[in-house]
């Protein structure tokens, strides 16, 4: 059962052009979501997130859209660069009540979207 | 400051065979975390620790054990390894497990069982 799906297994575009990765999730506990990109042969590497409180996050050329209603995220990258070249993970967390609190550090990640960016 | 180090990079293993993961990190983080990426499947969590102390089982925990052996240190553990392990591992570590943490991952380990 994937929580979270990545439908495009790939995505190409040209430099100076939008990219837009999609995500959808099927579990309405989760209130916390995050993109991740990674290159080959190294980990993960923390891009942007957004809580399930708002629906626009932005950090540079990365803007992160949420949609509740739709159970639907999209990571908007402009202007595109080569260098943006990755495999793009999406990852969503629900808050698990513990006795001291409540943590989030359960992530379920998307299949990712190898992203390739032409000069 | 390294960040989050995994030894080894490699390994290959026959079945049956044991072997520890071993990971640690600099940077003072309560929370630790072990998954495994394979092919079409995305990362998916095995164990994690939310504080020195404590572990957790993941999405996908059969087969392992884990060892919080102090604040810095999170290693994984292979008791009698099978193909199905055949995987590439990735250690993370954040501040806390708080909502949107940062989960600042390890280079992986990249592990084959025959």
């Known amino acids: 059962d994937q929580q979270v799906k990545q439908n495009s297994p790939s995505l190409s575009v040209q430099e100076g052009r939008i990219s837009i990765l999609n995500c959808d999730y099927t579990n309405s506990m989760f209130d916390y979501f995050l993109w991740y990109k990674k290159y080959p042969a190294e980990g993960p590497t923390f891009l942007i997130s957004?809580?399930?409180?708002?629906d626009k996050n932005e950090d540079g050329r990365f803007t992160v859209f949420l949609n509740k209603s739709a159970k639907h995220l999209s990571l908007h990258i402009v202007p595109s660069q080569p260098g943006d070249s990755a495999v793009y993970f999406c990852?969503?967390?629900?808050?698990?009540?513990?006795?001291?609190?409540?943590?989030?550090?359960?992530?379920?990640f998307g299949q990712g979207t190898i992203l390739t960016v032409h000069p | 400051n390294a960040g989050v180090t995994q030894t080894p990079k490699f390994q290959v293993l026959k079945t049956g065979q044991s072997m520890t993961l071993q990971c640690a990190q600099d940077?003072?983080?309560?929370?630790m975390y072990w998954y495994r990426q394979d092919p079409g499947m995305g990362l998916r969590l095995i164990y994690y620790s939310a504080s020195e102390g404590t572990t957790d089982k993941g999405e996908v925990p059969n087969g392992y054990n884990v060892s919080r052996l102090n604040k810095r240190e999170f290693s994984l553990r292979l008791e009698s390894a099978a193909p199905s392990q055949t995987s590439v591992y990735f250690c993370?570590?954040?501040?806390?497990?708080?909502?949107?943490?940062?989960?600042?991952f390890g280079p992986g380990t990249r592990l084959t069982v025959t």
């Open positions: 957004i809580s399930s409180i708002k």
């Open positions: 940077m003072n983080h309560n929370s």
């Open positions: 990852a969503a967390s629900a808050g698990i009540l513990h006795a001291g609190g409540t943590s989030y550090g359960k992530l379920t």
């Open positions: 993370a570590s954040s501040e806390r497990a708080q909502g949107g943490d940062e989960q600042y």
